[in-house]
């Protein structure tokens, strides 16, 4: 089952919100993907301990929000790409899981619906949801408003952006003309963030900032754990996740900043999108959504109401407090290189 189609548009917009800058804005290296497995694992446990799997059953007055041909159940397709570990990745067995993946699941419980992850590009799921071919995005998509042009996203979740870097380098993310930057191609941390302070640190004639842009946010961390990067930039929780696992080879860089929320998208319209609000709001009203967020360490970003279409904040040096790092569970399988080909996504 599908939800209404609308015309292709090319996604814009955590993972991003703002049009790609010109390349001569940033240096953006191309090495070699050889050893990037090095020195963050690739595999660990499956789930985090404490992790427990259990769905809620049915609510029959949720089900009543649902448009008449999901009301007596069904499958929704949900496009993802698992590369952004904590919120969605592949386990060692090839499964997709993380802390989304289990939101969506148990909001989708509520409702009497099943999902189907599609592991997809990342930068095709938005176009997929234009076409048909999923119901939902579930993808550390950041809520943006360019994005709100196009899609409707049900807001799940706050995070910032986060820095990392190896112990003793000194890092000041709002002071980083100079330095080399790894991120994941396409998210918030390399549109909105490096490359946005890469094309300030042109225009003022300092030092240029090269930014490593990496298929996925495992690659980065690696990147940075084995000195080929000053610093990473990735979302709070991914920040914490890689720090976390990396066997104190990763410190935080400074605190957390641009607060934005994570939405899953529909397609704008989408007569979905008021269920799945009910339902999440429902699993934050019965205390089950902080019993699947605590085994991630990710309380801090927990939110007490559902919003639809929450505008971000404009973008800013201040600080957030950062998200929790109690994060261990299995690592991303992707190891590819940096790219220059940087999408928004």
């Known amino acids: 089952m599908t939800s209404p189609t609308h015309p292709p548009r090319s996604p814009a917009g955590r993972r991003s919100g703002r049009p790609v800058r010109a390349v001569f804005a940033a240096v953006v290296a191309v090495a070699s993907a050889v050893g990037l497995t090095a020195c963050v694992t690739n595999t660990e446990s499956a789930n985090p301990e404490g992790w427990v799997s259990t769905l809620p059953a049915p609510d029959p007055a949720l089900r009543e929000l649902l448009p008449a041909g999901y009301r007596n159940g069904g499958t929704l397709t949900a496009g993802t790409n698992p590369t952004f570990?904590?919120?969605?990745?592949?386990?060692?067995?090839?499964?997709?899981?993380?802390?989304?993946?289990?939101?969506?699941?148990?909001?989708?419980?509520?409702?009497?619906?099943?999902?189907?992850?599609?592991?997809?590009?990342?930068?095709?799921?938005?176009?997929?949801?234009?076409?048909?071919?999923?119901?939902?995005?579930?993808?550390?998509f950041s809520d943006t408003e360019e994005r709100q042009k196009?899609?409707?996203?049900?807001?799940?979740?706050?995070?910032?952006?986060?820095?990392?870097?190896?112990?003793?380098?000194?890092?000041?993310?709002?002071?980083?003309?100079?330095?080399?930057?790894?991120v994941q191609k396409g998210t918030y941390s390399d549109t909105d963030d490096v490359q946005v302070k890469a094309d300030e640190c042109a225009a003022a004639g300092k030092p240029a900032l090269t930014k490593l842009v990496y298929e996925s946010a495992n690659a980065a961390s690696t990147a940075t754990a084995l000195g080929r990067a000053d610093a990473m930039s990735s979302d709070s929780a991914v920040t914490d996740y890689a720090i976390g696992r990396s066997k104190g080879k990763l410190v935080p860089a400074g605190d957390a900043f641009d607060t934005t929320p994570f939405g899953w998208a529909f397609g704008k319209g989408s007569d979905l999108v008021p269920a799945f609000a009910a339902a999440l709001q429902k699993l934050i009203d019965s205390g089950e959504y902080r019993r699947i967020l605590t085994p991630w360490g990710l309380t801090d970003g927990m939110i007490q109401t559902v919003t639809v279409n929450t505008a971000p904040p404009e973008r800013s040096a201040e600080t957030t407090p950062t998200l929790g790092d109690d994060d261990s569970s299995a690592g991303n399988t992707s190891g590819a290189g940096p790219t220059t080909d940087s999408e928004d996504q």
């Open 85 to 140: 570990p904590p919120n969605q990745f592949k386990a060692p067995d090839g499964r997709i899981i993380g802390f989304e993946v289990d939101l969506v699941n148990a909001t989708a419980a509520l409702l009497g619906l099943k999902v189907e992850f599609r592991q997809q590009d990342f930068n095709l799921i938005l176009p997929s949801i234009d076409g048909g071919t999923v119901d939902i995005g579930a993808s550390g």
């Open 150 to 182: 196009s899609y409707d996203f049900v807001d799940f979740y706050t995070s910032g952006i986060s820095w990392a870097t190896t112990p003793g380098r000194e890092v000041d993310p709002q002071n980083a003309c100079g330095l080399t930057v790894a």
